[in-house]
């Protein structure tokens, strides 16, 4: 991974953080799913679904699932969908290039869920041609 890789990764990590900061008041994303399964909340199984298709590798499946279960009259659910794109942004380019994904997709769909919560103000926090 080059440097430019590597700072996009971190860029897209701080807009994550500063969203949490200034939204959610918490210094960073921690949403977590249950050791049991059984243990599930609707939101888990949702976030469970799109880490799973995900690790399929249908990363536009599972953006496409987020924006169809996504209920913005919940927190948790911004907080879910800002842990999914910090999911995606863990990955290796190369497993993105292989499904059709980008770096500025992530972006993309950080600003597409925020304005879907009415947050707006973050659209130019990553230099997207540096993706």
Known sequence: MGFQDD??????????????????????????????EAADTEIDRVYRKLKNMVDEGDINGAEN???DELDTGSNEYLEMALTFYMYLNQLPDAE???ADYSREEIVDGINSVCGEFGISGFEHFVDTTMV
Do not use: F, H, Q
């Open 96 to 98: 993105l290039y292989e």
């Open 65 to 67: 699932a987020l924006s």
């Open 7 to 36: 700072y996009v990764m971190r860029t897209i990590s701080d807009l994550v953080r500063a969203i949490a900061r200034l939204v959610l008041k918490k210094n960073d994303i921690d949403y977590e799913l249950p050791a049991d």
